[in-house]
């Protein structure tokens, strides 16, 4: 999800308030203009947003778990214990037991040597890439890369050479011109997302593995919507593909998605760790994540690991509705993942389309420009292990009925 930031010179040009004013008329002209849903109930299944009652199908919330009844008791009592907020960054006073047990917990649970929590995805991405390279470096970055990647390689100044989504051979290309150019003596790496958040589809993450071997580049996975869902054990995409540290150096994660509470994190090396430690600004320079979720997390971690029936529903799910999408004639884009992208093209008619099913019930994002390419606009519909057979089926109902009037 690369999202394109508009310019901003153009639209504050001689800071006339027209021009703002003009720039979001068009906005909304084009069917990109975006609000706000005001919710009012837990993210679960059915929720009550903007005043209406929904079936919600457009939540990361992929085993069912931020409404968990032991999660928020494990978050109220270390509320109780360490109070609400952290106070502090991690390395002045605002690192508690509660962060530590976590980071040694997502070691043990992703097979690393350490992890380091940072406050969001986006700000562990744009951690690791400003740390690792700089001026002279190079990045070598999937096109369809989360907008966090996309800015972590902006700010770390590092050339950034764009392969065309998931082909390996663009990207071999692309480091075999750099090379060509005595560039080996600068720091090289590879980045993609492990699960794409836009499509649904998923990183050959065995081939970039070894193609990082073949060039001795570092190679990153950001697993923010495979952790939780896809492995044994629910340890993401790499442990699915049974890659390891030594395969893959990086790893980010979010917490916020299939585990339920919030916050992210990096495992890899014990030497990778305390380098951030040392040198990723975003985690130094930021308050600490409340100690209650960090103790939240905790629980979620241990439900992930005993629940497999969560994945197992979820995955059964996924393919209900790819079968029923099939029969129904419903185009569903190649994913095998909760995240089930209907291309439409136009922004208008992707617009249309989910205003429509917003009105008999069923919440389903509307994805257009700058998010997506131009002319990509679709459906962004995402399954839950809170969801049953017969919402499924409700949701294939009535989409297959409002795609036919659209």
Same mark, same amino acid.
């Given at each position: 999800?690369? @999202?394109?930031?508009?310019? $901003? ?19 909304? +002209?084009?069917?990109?203009? *975006? ?45 109780? $214990? @360490? ?34 929590? @940072? ?23 999937? *096109? ?87 492995? =044994? ?6 442990? +699915? ?77 996924? !393919?209900?509705? =790819? ?24 922004? $208008? ?24 390419? $131009?002319?990509?606009? *679709?459906? *962004?519909? !995402? ?14 109902? =009535? ?8």
């Amino acid at each position: 999800m690369p @999202f394109l930031l508009p310019n $901003k010179r153009h639209i504050l040009m001689k800071n006339n308030p027209n021009t703002i004013k003009n720039w979001l008329a068009k906005k909304k +002209q084009q069917q990109r203009y *975006r609000s706000h849903r005001i919710t009012e109930t837990p993210q679960q299944a059915c929720m009550q947003i903007d005043g209406q009652s929904v079936l919600n199908f457009c939540s990361n919330d992929y085993l069912g778990l931020a409404n968990h009844p032991d999660i928020i008791s494990s978050f109220k009592k270390a509320a109780d $214990k @360490f109070g609400v907020g952290s106070g502090s960054a991690h390395l002045i006073s605002g690192h508690s037991k509660a962060h530590q047990a976590l980071e040694e917990a997502l070691a043990d649970f992703t097979g690393r040597d350490r992890a380091l929590l @940072f406050s969001t995805g986006y700000m562990a991405n744009i951690g690791v890439l400003d740390s690792l390279t700089e001026r002279g470096d190079t990045i070598y970055a999937d *096109r369809l890369n989360h907008a966090s990647l996309v800015d972590g390689a902006l700010l770390s100044k590092a050339s950034t050479k764009r392969y065309q989504h998931n082909d390996i051979h663009s990207l071999e290309r692309q480091i075999t011109a750099q090379h060509k150019k005595n560039l080996t003596n600068s720091n090289e790496i590879i980045v993609s997302d492990g699960v794409f958040s836009m499509d649904g589809d998923v990183a050959n993450v065995a081939q970039l593995a070894s193609l990082a071997k073949k060039y001795q580049t570092w190679l990153m996975i950001d697993d923010a919507h495979g952790f939780g869902t896809l492995g =044994k054990t629910g340890g993401g995409l790499l442990q +699915q593909e049974n890659l390891r540290q030594a395969d893959v150096p990086i790893m980010m994660a979010t917490l916020g998605k299939a585990v339920g509470t919030s916050g992210a994190f990096i495992a890899g090396s014990e030497e990778l760790i305390e380098y951030l430690i040392q040198t990723a600004r975003s985690h130094i320079f930021t308050t600490a994540m409340p100690p209650a979720i960090a103790s939240a997390t905790l629980t979620s971690l241990e439900i992930i690991k005993k629940e497999s029936w969560r994945r197992e529903k979820l995955a059964v799910l996924i !393919t209900q509705f =790819k079968q029923g999408a099939k029969q129904l004639g419903i185009e569903l884009m190649p994913s095998d993942t909760a995240i089930q992208p209907i291309l439409v093209g136009s922004s $208008k008619k992707t617009v249309a389309i989910s205003q429509q099913l917003l009105n008999k019930g069923l919440l389903v994002s509307a994805i257009r420009p700058p998010t997506v390419a $131009k002319n990509t606009a *679709r459906l *962004r519909i !995402t399954l839950s292990a809170n969801h049953n057979k017969q919402m499924v089926e409700e949701l294939l109902e =009535k989409l297959s009925k409002v795609l036919m009037t659209v």
